[in-house]
């Protein structure tokens, strides 16, 4: 496609014709358009078609629990680590898990290095958010001795590839790695944790949720999972997050007005997207399994 | 428990299995990230590192601006989760800021500034998970990551280390040899055997310095081996793509 070839960059006898790449470049929203128009994307793809999806497990040893997430070109990294520390005074049964996501300079010419930029801060949040109110995990498993130790679990998610969705890897990155996690069995004694060499114990999950995201393109055409060229040109958003219920656990929207219409298709799109995701990280345990 | 770690095993063996001699197991490939020019992802043992070139691109700041030759900036990450113990360190961390320092000085003569002028080149090093090293597998997996940029260089810089447990030189320390033993690290330009890093932190003697020296850029060439073979792959397959 990069290919410019001299004759193609100006035709002095008819209108002026540019090359595919330059026009990308001139006018993206209008080279958007034209592909929407004869209902494809830039990418090959038809509107309601998810890029490949992969996960692979415990792929960072020094983590208690981590997972690596590929939708197409993105890619997180989550792992978790376990840490003891005391309990929050008004919540002494409960222990902390706090997520926390990094876009570095490494993973798109956008980011700048220095500190957090406010898209990573704002992911961090919304994850903090998800994590809360549906309750993926009972914090309550996560308390040593009451009002004396708990286990903080930080997880940190590192972007590696920045190509759009990355909300929807992040939530999958986490749910996976929260999965993986295996914790040794600590008991408290005197002022002092002790803990077992051995990391049998496996996190109960409450609920697992999954996100599916969309753009929508002129009010009327939703794309689903957008790469970075489509999430930067379309100014909506929309951010679903069902369980495996199908129950809902979280809306984002974003950008100007859409119809319930267009809203309930998203939803159901969630929903079929969620047992994709289901299978997906099935297959990735299946793996680990094999080789443990 | 013992007062002293046995780093070496009674059959003469270290503690991950290896020999005197024996690198790590090395996995390397480059063109591994979309967004960025060149990118490269290296496995030294149990250490990994991921590289990311962009450039020579346009100067951030004005201040940056060099009038003769290309800038070029050089950042290192450790995510929050490569190390046993979990230590929020910042992008200031001094010695983080040492490393990513040598690794500068490190590619400034190597790669051929003077064809970019007043552009700068980014190179972004995070490591993914640590196990020692880190000096020696930035330095790497930069290299790589500036061939897949397509970034002029002089040579390819490998960098490798060695050390000494009890009178014995060892090559590729791990984490666990490291903290215990003097250690050296050198980067080496294959093609004239001239050394362009060389960096010890640790009492070592005078007698045993040319051996552990010696051992290293064995290593170095070792290493040499393992990334051409990676880029001519890369390469090749590059051309079949092309060709269809």
């Known amino acids: 496609m990069g290919n410019v070839t001299n004759e193609n960059i100006i035709n002095l006898n008819t209108a002026i014709t540019f090359e595919a790449e330059t026009f990308r470049r001139i006018q993206p929203e209008e080279y958007l358009r034209r592909y929407i128009q004869q209902h494809v994307r830039p990418d090959g793809r038809s509107f309601n078609h998810f890029r490949k999806t992969t996960v692979n497990l415990s792929c960072i040893t020094t983590a208690d629990g981590s997972s690596m997430?590929?939708?197409?070109?993105?890619?997180?990294?989550?792992?978790?680590?376990?840490?003891?520390?005391?309990?929050?005074?008004?919540?002494?049964?409960?222990?902390?898990?706090?997520?926390?996501?990094?876009?570095?300079?490494?993973?798109?010419?956008?980011?700048?290095?220095?500190?957090?930029?406010?898209?990573?801060?704002?992911?961090?949040?919304?994850?903090?958010?998800?994590?809360?109110?549906?309750?993926?995990?009972?914090?309550?498993?996560?308390?040593?001795?009451?009002?004396?130790?708990?286990?903080?679990?930080?997880?940190?998610?590192?972007?590696?590839?920045?190509?759009?969705?990355?909300?929807?890897?992040?939530?999958?990155?986490?749910?996976?790695?929260?999965?993986?996690?295996?914790?040794?069995e600590a008991v408290y004694e005197d002022g002092i944790v002790k803990?077992?060499?051995?990391?049998?114990?496996?996190?109960?999950?409450?609920?697992?949720?999954?996100?599916?995201?969309?753009?929508?393109?002129?009010?009327?055409?939703?794309?689903?999972?957008?790469n970075e060229m489509e999430e930067s040109i379309t100014k909506d958003g929309i951010t679903v997050v069902v369980d495996e219920t199908g129950k809902l656990c979280n809306i984002w929207k974003t950008g100007s007005s859409c119809s319930s219409e267009q809203l309930k298709t998203c939803i159901s799109k969630a929903r079929d997207r969620y047992a994709d995701i289901t299978s997906i990280i099935e297959i990735a345990k299946q793996a680990i399994k094999k080789i443990e | 428990m013992s007062?002293?770690?046995?780093?070496?095993?009674?059959?003469?063996?270290?503690?991950?299995?290896?020999?005197?001699?024996?690198?790590?197991?090395?996995?390397?490939?480059?063109?591994?990230?979309?967004?960025?020019?060149?990118?490269?992802?290296?496995?030294?043992?149990?250490?990994?590192?991921?590289?990311a070139v962009y450039g020579p691109r346009e100067a951030r700041t004005k201040a940056q601006v060099l009038h003769n030759r290309a800038n070029i900036n050089v950042e290192i990450s450790l995510a929050p989760f490569s190390m046993e113990e979990r230590k929020k360190r910042s992008k200031s961390d001094k010695r983080i800021l040492e490393i990513a320092s040598a690794v500068k000085q490190t590619f400034e003569p190597i790669i051929m500034t003077e064809l970019y002028a007043r552009s700068q080149i980014d190179i972004y090093l995070q490591i993914l998970q640590f196990d020692g090293g880190t000096v020696q597998i930035c330095i790497n997996a930069a290299t790589l990551a500036i061939?897949?940029?397509?970034?002029?260089?002089?040579?390819?810089?490998?960098?490798?280390?060695?050390g000494c447990i009890d009178d014995e030189p060892v090559l590729d320390l791990n984490h666990l040899e490291e903290s215990n033993t003097p250690e050296l690290t050198v980067a080496l330009l294959p093609k004239n055997d001239k050394i362009t890093l060389l960096q010890m932190e640790s009492r070592l003697h005078i007698d045993k310095f040319q051996q552990v020296m010696e051992m290293a850029a064995k290593g170095c060439k070792e290493i040499h081996t393992v990334l051409d073979k990676a880029v001519r792959e890369n390469i090749k397959d590059l051309l079949k793509k092309s060709s269809i």
Not at chain 1, 163 to 184: E, K, T, Y
Not at chain 1, 217 to 224: C, E, I, K, S
């Open chain 2, 147 to 162: 061939i897949d940029a397509g970034i002029p260089m002089k040579d390819y810089v490998c960098a490798c280390s060695a």
């Open chain 1, 195 to 226: 803990a077992t060499e051995e990391k049998t114990i496996i996190l109960g999950l409450i609920r697992i949720t999954y996100s599916a995201s969309f753009a929508m393109f002129d009010g009327q055409h939703l794309l689903v999972d957008p």
């Open chain 1, 69 to 184: 997430v590929r939708i197409g070109n993105t890619t997180v990294i989550c792992g978790i680590k376990a840490e003891v520390s005391e309990p929050n005074v008004n919540f002494p049964k409960e222990g902390y898990l706090v997520p926390n996501v990094d876009l570095s300079p490494i993973c798109s010419p956008r980011f700048k290095p220095g500190p957090p930029s406010e898209q990573a801060q704002v992911l961090s949040e919304n994850l903090n958010k998800l994590l809360k109110n549906s309750k993926v995990i009972d914090l309550e498993t996560l308390c040593i001795e009451e009002g004396k130790a708990a286990w903080v679990l930080f997880a940190d998610l590192v972007c590696v590839n920045y190509d759009g969705n990355v909300f929807d890897a992040c939530v999958i990155a986490l749910m996976s790695a929260l999965m993986n996690v295996r914790l040794p």
């Open chain 2, 3 to 51: 007062s002293r770690l046995e780093l070496i095993g009674p059959q003469g063996l270290r503690t991950d299995g290896r020999r005197f001699n024996e690198l790590r197991n090395m996995n390397c490939k480059p063109s591994v990230l979309s967004q960025a020019d060149g990118s490269a992802y290296i496995e030294q043992g149990n250490t990994k590192c991921l590289a």
